[in-house]
């Protein structure tokens, strides 16, 4: 009897899981909004907890945070962003944002900013769970290394009027007024609360809080302040300047730094002056100023660099810039504002062109050269000047060394040659001597941890380079190592390969570890020992690529410890799959398997104190929520949980496809089918393509408004099938190369024998879109096609300017994606040749064309051009034009607007649902901004 029930209630479930798969119904574009993404995850320095954000794509999100060995044990604070951790790991705090629906109505009322609502802070105990806030927050701050204080700046008090009162009350606060700030310990224990606040900051270890507040005599502007936190115990460290900047408390805390200036803040050039602190003393000093012997010729002080003290507190860097009148036209009071000219000039012999110029005139403007003030000997050097301006100190400064780079002499070419070289030199930090490492260097040198080696990789060498400091001598670190390529062995542009990368050095600069397509090697920088494969090989035997895992902020900084585990990621290069192994520095052992399954995973992070570590695992099925470990893998356990609703809809599945090119080179493309999908279908087919896709096997994609693309997972789930192929190119040929690629793995998907031959249909963006619009020039095969960003005409769009940049576009065609390898005067026929527009009487494919008119990587007219001749040939175009759009699209809602259009394009000419109006009928100009005519034609 109860064997029965059993059965009977087996079948019962059976036919109701069968109903529900039945009832699961298609993705529409009102599901956007409320897809979840994950984001901001952190560990704890103890790794007892673990925090991120979850957010929908439109609408309220939510701070989680769940204990390491326990996801259950969890705590959520509704629109809650920005959060850290306290540095004893006890304490959660963050902003809570006002609720979006109410922002959205009182935006509706026109209401005032000050009037709309305000940040709140929150503090979550994450012993006992209780929530502590405040409201009206401007900002919260707590110390970066030790020290469990927080401060939170207040938002300006607004005085409430009495209605009988008809006396004006003014809430807009004067510029040189602040607001209250709190410091006070987690616990609330300890607390300080400081009026007329304007900036703040704790030191790195949490004993002082320095700040600047509005003075209450406002003849004497503002005052720059010391809190201990020991002993509670304010101190005025200055008063009476216009301006405090830049403030920081070195390591050791024993001095305090600030930039300062009596000018007023609306002079064009306010001068500044730098000053320290010291602690104990209480003593303050002018260490810089204009005419400060030392700091850079005709120069000063600038408030555009940055303050920062030496790991060791012997020496405070600060910026300096020029100071002399440049522009004397500028200054003059006698001529109108409309009298004045505007104009740009091209000069020939400019380093830059002029749009380059232009976009960069801010950054330039408040471009700074590096000097040190040495605290021992009071001497300021000037480290980089108007020769060698490009001072890297990076993290290795602590050996008073940094690397200097100049690359005028080389810089006109860049609008052509985006592989120029640079001058490069070593730097003394001490005396600012500058010591040639080598000239028209091409490659992006660094120094090694213990600063004994320049070394980079060589573009035009393909190898890698070390320079010992030393000895002044420079090697090629690959010389013994034969039959490996050390460059990308699939690179296919006119332009010199890059490498695979580097995993950086052992401690004390023993050795440097470097990759080829698939494995690690141990060299010794010297040459005196022999290269060590470190993966035995076995990454290239097995076709698996293998990486190093970093897991310790420090080891950029101070060399990987032989001793500490080493963890290397791990990539099937066919199967996709994806995981992590234990290595071994000695390269006595074989890579030994912790994980490696058919995921994809990324991000991992470790916490800074324990082993504890967390890490996003996805496949197209699963979305990459968070999963918690540990170092040895034994055991994943999912934190975060989003999109319930997944189940609810048809998803589908995704599978690789092997093909060769006509070439007869071996490739792969990603397919994607609907859910419940049948052999014997015939199902319409939408092809996708970008340069190479396929290693994305295991990439979630989530339901989204197409910036410029079709949503792959919206297709698939109204019954689509899409098909992802990868694409190999010949350099001069990049029209003829998508075709060989793209055509035979369509081909062979088409003949599998569940894809509607009649209706297939090819969409891309940008290089994507050019694919587009060359393949309906060479086939009738896709019944639609749809071209966002074209290039149709290389030979106008080689002249162009890439306006995002102001760059040339003579790189993309002579170097990069393009791939015609040469100019348009050494190559005409490789331009025409390669360009659908001299070819549009042979379109007979319907197209959608997207092109912007604020595009800022291909010219707009590209767009225009293509269309314009598909008018005149009376072949059925579409344009669409957002305005004041880029590239891709940014804001949201023209991205729900393509979205649907590009959805109802589609499924007439796949699908033959009936056009919507804004096809049928266009949408006129008289019309625009009163109507969209997504309705359907009857």
Request: without cysteine.
């Amino acid at each position: 009897m109860l064997n029965k029930k059993l059965l009977a209630a087996g079948l019962l479930m059976t036919m109701s899981f069968g109903l529900s798969a039945q009832e699961k119904r298609p993705l529409t574009h009102d599901d956007y909004d409320a897809w979840e993404s994950v984001s901001s995850e952190k560990v704890s320095k103890n790794g007892k907890w673990v925090a991120y954000e979850i957010s929908p794509q439109d609408g309220d999100g939510r701070i989680e945070v769940a204990a390491h060995q326990n996801p259950a044990e969890k705590h959520a604070i509704q629109r809650g962003k920005n959060f850290v951790f306290s540095n004893n790991g006890d304490f959660l705090m963050g902003l809570i944002k006002p609720q979006k629906d109410s922002v959205r109505v009182l935006k509706l009322k026109n209401t005032a900013k000050d009037k709309m609502p305000k940040d709140s802070l929150f503090i979550l105990s994450l012993g006992n769970g209780e929530v502590e806030k405040m409201a009206k927050i401007k900002s919260f701050k707590t110390p970066k290394d030790n020290g469990n204080w927080l401060a939170v700046h207040f938002e300006k008090e607004t005085k409430k009027q009495d209605k009988s009162d008809t006396t004006e009350v003014k809430d807009k606060p004067k510029k040189t007024e602040g607001t209250n700030l709190l410091v006070r310990s987690f616990d609330g224990e300890r607390k300080w609360t400081l009026d007329r606040v304007k900036d703040y900051g704790f030191s790195d270890e949490g004993n002082y809080l320095y700040f600047t507040k509005a003075t209450e005599d406002t003849l004497k502007n503002e005052g720059a302040y010391i809190l201990n936190l020991r002993n509670g115990e304010t101190t005025q460290v200055d008063e009476g300047k216009v301006n405090y900047a830049g403030m920081v408390i070195d390591g050791p805390e024993k001095n305090f730094a600030f930039m300062a200036t009596e000018d007023s803040l609306k002079a064009k050039k306010p001068y500044y002056d730098l000053y320290l602190y010291d602690i104990a003393k209480k003593d303050l000093k002018k260490v810089a100023g204009k005419g400060t012997q030392g700091i850079l010729e005709y120069g000063m002080v600038s408030k555009n660099g940055d303050l920062v003290f030496s790991k060791d507190g012997s020496r405070l860097y600060f910026g300096t810039a020029p100071d002399y009148v440049t522009y004397e036209y500028e200054e003059d009071t006698t001529i109108l504002k409309e009298e004045r000219v505007s104009l740009d000039i091209w000069g020939w012999q400019d380093d830059e062109i002029q749009p380059m110029q232009l976009k960069q005139k801010d950054r330039k403007n408040k471009k700074t050269y590096l000097a040190t003030y040495h605290m021992k000997s009071g001497k300021v050097t000037q480290v980089a000047d108007m020769k060698v301006e490009n001072i890297n100190r990076d993290k290795y400064e602590r050996h008073k060394l940094a690397l200097g780079s100049d690359d005028k002499p080389y810089r006109r070419n860049y609008s052509w040659d985006i592989q120029i070289g640079r001058d490069v030199y070593v730097v003394d930090l001490e005396t600012g001597e500058k010591t040639l490492v080598e000239k028209n260097l091409k490659g992006y040198p660094s120094l090694s941890p213990e600063a004994k080696f320049v070394y980079w990789y060589s573009t035009p060498d393909s190898t890698w380079m070390a320079y010992d400091i030393k000895t002044k001598q420079k090697r090629n670190l690959l010389a013994e190592i034969d039959d490996i390529n050390f460059y990308d062995e699939i690179h296919d542009s006119p332009s010199m390969p890059s490498s695979y990368g580097n995993g950086g050095w052992l401690k004390n600069d023993e050795a440097f570890l470097v990759y080829d397509k698939y494995d690690i090697w141990k060299v010794d920088p010297t040459g005196k020992k022999e290269p060590v494969n470190i993966t035995k090989g076995e990454g290239r035997q097995n076709k698996v690529k293998y990486r190093i895992q970093t897991l310790h902020e420090d080891e950029e900084e101070y060399g990987i410890d032989s001793k500490s585990p080493l963890v290397l990621t791990a990539f099937h290069e066919f199967s996709k799959k994806n995981g992590f192994y234990k290595g071994d520095l000695q390269g006595k052992n074989s890579p030994e398997e912790l994980l490696f399954t058919d995921h994809r995973y990324y991000g991992l992070k470790k916490a800074e104190k324990s082993d504890e570590v967390i890490v996003r695992r996805s496949t197209y099925h699963e979305y990459p929520d968070l999963y918690a470990t540990s170092l040895d893998f034994a055991n994943l356990n999912q934190i975060s949980e989003t999109n319930s609703q997944q189940a609810d809809v048809n998803w589908g599945s995704v599978e690789l496809v092997d093909y060769r090119a006509n070439d007869g080179t071996p490739m792969q493309g990603l397919l994607f089918k609907p859910e419940n999908f049948r052999e014997d279908g015939n199902y319409p087919m939408m092809v996708y393509f970008y340069e190479r896709n396929s290693d994305g096997l295991h990439n979630y994609r989530p339901p989204a408004p197409s910036a410029s693309t079709i949503n792959i997972p919206f297709f698939v789930s109204n019954d689509y099938v899409v098909f992802v192929p990868d694409i190999k190119y010949d350099l001069g040929l990049p029209g003829p190369s998508a075709f060989n690629s793209i055509m035979p793995g369509v081909q062979k998907v088409a003949d599998m024998g569940f894809v509607d031959k009649e209706n297939m249909a090819i969409q891309g963006q940008s290089w994507g879109g050019y694919q587009v619009a060359y393949l309906i020039t060479q086939t009738d095969m896709f019944k639609a096609a749809g071209a966002g960003a074209p290039v149709v005409n290389m030979t106008s769009a080689y002249g162009g300017i890439r306006w995002g940049t102001g760059m040339s576009r003579m790189f993309q065609y002579e170097q990069t994606q393009s791939r015609i390898g040469g100019t348009l005067w050494e190559k005409p026929l490789y331009y025409i040749e390669n360009s659908p527009l001299f070819y549009s009487d042979r379109v007979n494919t319907p197209v959608l064309i997207m092109h912007n008119d604020a595009d800022g990587a291909v010219p707009w007219y590209q767009g225009i051009e293509m269309f314009m001749a598909l008018k005149r040939l009376n072949s059925p175009a579409w344009l669409l034009v957002y305005n004041d759009e880029d590239h891709n699209l940014v804001q949201r809602k023209n991205r729900k607007d393509l979205s649907i259009r590009l959805s109802q394009f589609f499924d007439h000419y796949l699908k033959d649902a009936p056009a919507p109006l804004w096809m049928t009928e266009g949408l006129p100009a008289t019309e625009k901004g009163r109507t969209l005519k997504y309705e359907l034609s009857k």
